[in-house]
């Protein structure tokens, strides 16, 4: 397999360089020369699956004429010691809960199986990997977590200063070794800016290896696919084809679903629901792809105004629009309304729910007020709902039980570096780095 970027179809790279310099030196982002489809009977033999089973297939398809098959076994072994189980709320509406993992969110899932994979493709080096993850609540925790003392890589993360919960800050912030936290003055699209900035200057690419660990990276996005087939895999039999409904603000996780269901699972639709960092809702309702400065909300995990996976996605279909709309319904919740759908959730399925899930559920509420509920509807829940306890507590009146990891990391002292959001600033902070 061979990886182009979204703005060079003509230059071909391998697996590693792809893995590896996380970003194509033009700024696109990286595709795959094809998209592997999986025969129908090895998708319904998942039925009776484990998740590291049904990744190590879908890793393989992608992967294996790269690395050995048992190379690949042992990865998705490691990597997943906990499942994502589907939980059925009431009749056609179910939650596909992701947050089983060490850091209680859907990222878990990439960030483990990437620190695997780029381990494995760094192998032999002499220098060392310098990781920048920008992050908007979860993505950063999942990464140290997955990377913390991985030998010959250096992780450095860069998030909104005020724009994530404390529980989410202190899962940055508290890993210390070979893991940075650089509190940036800014939203995350400033993080997410100065990220690409890094990755285009000559000099830092001269002094440091450097590569990405966000949605931007195809070795966090390809294992992203792996739960949309353990999630139809727990369907009862003779389901018809899900809805999908993802909560989005980078699109990764969305992007993710689609290249599952070009591998061939049954997918109905996906439902894309946002924040008020509605960009993409709006491209398929208007045609124009206009980003803008990003508004903080509660589900801050999604607040991203100028989303990186949007150009994967239009890849995709082919740059087809009226595609895009066949195959993604949109739908916006405020902050009013995403309260509306964490209290709902409670009083009528007597499940407690975190803000960007309820997002999800409203997707799902308003996609069968105008398509009916005949196919089974799977909304993506994000995180564990003790990551967003304050609003969790105030709006449904309930309190999360706090899992023993978390308890624990809220305890530990706080280290990040505090920075303006300007690149100078960045690359000062980096060039120092390397002659450590």
């Known amino acids: 397999m061979r990886y182009f ?15 590896l310099l996380g970003l194509p030196p033009d700024n696109g982002l990286f595709m795959p020369e094809r998209i592997p489809v999986l025969p129908q009977p090895m998708i319904e033999a998942m039925r009776s699956m484990s998740l590291p089973e049904i990744a190590s297939i879908v890793s393989k398809a992608w992967f294996g004429d790269e690395i050995p098959a048992s190379d690949l076994e042992t990865m ?8 994502t189980p589907l939980v059925r709320l009431r009749d056609q509406t179910y939650m596909l809960e992701l947050f089983h993992g060490p850091t209680l ?18 192998k032999g080096e002499s220098r060392k ?15 140290a977590s997955g990377f913390w003392n991985v030998p010959g890589i250096d992780v450095v993360i860069l998030y909104p200063s005020g724009k994530v919960s404390e529980w989410q ?50 070795a966090r996005l390809v294992p992203q696919i792996f739960y949309y087939f353990r999630a139809v895999a727990q369907l009862p039999t003779g389901s018809a084809d899900p809805v999908f409904v993802v909560p989005s603000g980078n699109f990764g996780n969305l992007t993710a679903g689609i290249l599952a269901w070009m591998m061939g699972l049954g997918v109905h639709r ?51 629009l009226e595609a895009m ?46 398509n009916g509920s005949l196919h089974p509807g799977i909304v993506l829940g994000t995180a564990h709902p003790s990551k967003f ?22 305890r530990k002292e706080k280290q990040a570096v505090r920075m303006k959001a300007e690149f100078s600033e960045l690359r000062r902070f980096l060039l120092e780095k390397s002659k450590i």
């Open 5 to 19: 970027s979204t703005k060079d179809p003509n230059h071909p790279f391998s697996l590693r360089d792809a893995v």
């Open 76 to 83: 998705c072994q490691d990597a997943y010691p906990f499942d």
């Open 105 to 122: 969110a859907f990222k878990d899932v990439g960030a483990r199986f990437m620190a695997r994979l780029m381990a494995y493709l760094n």
């Open 129 to 143: 990997l310098t990781i920048l993850v920008a992050t908007s609540g979860d993505t950063g925790s999942a990464v």
């Open 169 to 218: 800050e202190k899962q940055l912030t508290t890993w210390g070794n070979n893991i940075t936290a650089l509190e940036v003055d800014g939203a995350f699209d400033d993080c997410q800016r100065l990220v690409k900035e890094a990755f285009l200057d000559p000099e830092l690419r001269g002094s440091l290896r450097l590569s990405s660990a966000n949605s931007i990276s195809i």
């Open 270 to 320: 996906f439902v894309a629901a946002t924040n008020s960092n509605d960009v993409v809702p709006e491209y398929l309702h208007t045609g124009e792809f206009k980003p803008r400065a990003s508004v903080s909300t509660m589900s801050n995990a999604m607040d991203v105004g100028n989303p990186s996976n949007f150009w994967r996605m239009t890849a995709l279909f082919g740059n087809d």
């Open 325 to 370: 709309r066949k195959m993604i319904f949109a739908a916006t919740a405020d902050e009013a309304t995403t309260a509306r759908l964490m209290r709902l959730c409670w009083d009528e399925c007597h499940y407690l729910t975190e803000p960007h899930a309820a997002v999800g559920l409203y997707g799902w509420e308003q996609y069968v007020k105008q």
């Open 389 to 410: 306890i304050e609003a969790v507590e105030a709006i449904s009146g309930r309190s999360p039980e706090v899992p023993g990891a978390l308890a624990e990391v809220i």
